[in-house]
């Protein structure tokens, strides 16, 4: 299919699902790349995984009642990120044991729920893997409010959340209430994993929030410009994964991440001063000096 046929099918009123998802893929890639910035920048993937998990009850729950899946998945994973950072505060047990946890005992429990309604099957793939037909109005009008509260939180807290991610013990020590940073992060968290549940899917909505930060991470050193890469990564890939999954008919989901991949190992690769095969063309021609340059770390550079 080419570029035209798809900005036709686009504007095509029986076709009126397409924009919708297009519209709440890119909104959600774009603030998953934000919100993954600091998920990347603190190391703490794991997370994600466990919130994406954690809203599947909020989700069984709202199915089985007919409500907004949006609103119950946020429900749910917000009421378990709360549970994980109290939990945490008790330090005889480590963060990751209280997020596997939480993490199976959640999925699980959506599971018995969902479970008990008729025809669950097919509500559990969409679940799983995103689906992008039967988008609601209401969900586009909420993803899209929700975005722009998460990037106010962001812009407000930007400076205080960097500096938990870089040094917790540094950031107690200056008087910042880290518990409740926690808290915002995790929040953050989950309501760019719960936007991302309709197109991209509970399965592979981790994608989302690290491979676009991860890319930026390795373009440049400057927290500025890779909090600016990332959601350009992110929106980029929804757009071209979007095109190529109503070409081929695949999967959107994973044709969303797997461009989002591509992107990612091309910067592996060919990033200005971190790729791999930079590295090696430039050898030849650098000095000692340039072999032995140690890449900035953000603390330092953050803008």
């Known amino acids: ?70 609103l119950g998945g946020a429900v749910a994973g917000i009421a378990t990120a709360l549970m994980i950072a109290v939990f945490a505060q008790n330090r005889r047990l480590k963060e990751d044991s209280l997020i596997g946890v939480f993490l199976v005992a959640t999925f699980a429990l959506g599971i018995v729920i969902i479970s008990q309604a008729p025809g669950y099957a097919g509500s559990l793939q969409q679940f799983l893997f995103g689906s992008i037909t039967g988008i609601p109005d209401r969900d586009l009008y909420l993803v899209g409010g929700t975005g722009l509260l998460i990037l106010g939180l962001v812009f407000a807290l930007h400076k205080e959340l960097v500096a938990v991610s870089l040094d917790r013990e540094m950031s107690r020590a200056i008087g910042l ?80 991440v797997l461009v989002a991949t591509a992107a990612f190992l091309a910067s592996w690769l060919f990033a200005p001063r971190h790729g791999l095969l930079t590295k090696r063309w430039r050898r030849p021609r650098g000095s000692a000096f340039d072999e032995q340059l140690p890449a900035s770390d953000l603390a330092y550079q953050n803008s």
């Open 1 to 70: 299919m080419s570029i035209t046929d798809f900005l036709t099918d686009l504007f095509n009123p029986d076709l009126a699902f397409l924009p919708k998802a297009l519209a709440i893929a890119v909104m959600s890639s774009v603030v998953c790349g934000v919100v993954g910035c600091y998920v990347v920048l603190r190391g703490m993937a794991f997370i994600g995984d466990a919130v994406a998990h954690a809203v599947f009850p909020g989700l069984a729950v709202a199915f089985v009642l007919q409500g907004s899946l949006v």
């Open 177 to 256: 209430p880290v518990f409740w940073l926690d808290i915002v992060l995790y929040v953050l968290v989950t309501l760019a994993v719960v936007i991302s549940l309709q197109t991209i899917g509970n399965i592979l909505v981790l994608a989302l929030l690290i491979i676009p930060a991860a890319t930026a991470r390795l373009l440049t050193d400057r927290l500025g410009v890779m909090m600016l890469l990332a959601p350009v990564v992110g929106g980029a890939s929804a757009v071209v994964g979007l095109y190529l999954s109503w070409s081929y008919d695949t999967p959107v989901g994973g044709t969303i």
